[in-house]
């Protein structure tokens, strides 16, 4: 069992900054990839941005490529998504999880996640 709990959400003007954190319990975190996904309202949830276990690689989704960077630290068990130049597009719950193998753009691959966190850019 793991368990995922997001931070770092808000409200944040268009060109803003955020930085979103996720801290994971209960399982070894350092054996497994970590996932951002973002669900808009009245949208399907979508791959934002992966990293593997030990940080080394790193794959974006083409809209976010260039303005997030995701980052872990596996002695404090948390990921972290850096967002900047935020665009109003960019609002969305955000949410983290664990992924157990194969495509990193699939919900399909995660088996965890969190509550989700907010993030509302305003124009």
């Known amino acids: 069992q793991v368990q995922l709990v997001e931070s770092g959400g808000g409200l944040v003007q268009a060109g803003g900054s955020l930085r979103l954190s996720c801290a994971a319990s209960?399982?070894?975190?350092?054996?497994?990839?970590m996932g951002w996904f973002r669900q808009a309202p009245g949208k399907e949830r979508e791959f934002v941005a992966a990293i593997n276990w030990s940080g080394g690689s790193t794959v974006y989704a083409d809209s976010v490529k260039g303005r997030f960077t995701i980052s872990r630290d596996n002695a404090k068990n948390a990921v972290y998504l850096q967002m900047n130049s935020l665009k109003p597009e960019d609002t969305a719950v955000y949410y983290c999880?664990?992924?157990?193998?194969?495509?990193?753009?699939?919900?399909?691959?995660?088996?965890?996640w969190g509550q989700g966190t907010q993030v509302t850019v305003s124009s």
């Open positions: 999880a664990t992924h157990y193998g194969g495509s990193y753009y699939s919900t399909g691959r995660y088996d965890y």
């Open positions: 209960g399982r070894t975190f350092s054996s497994y990839a």
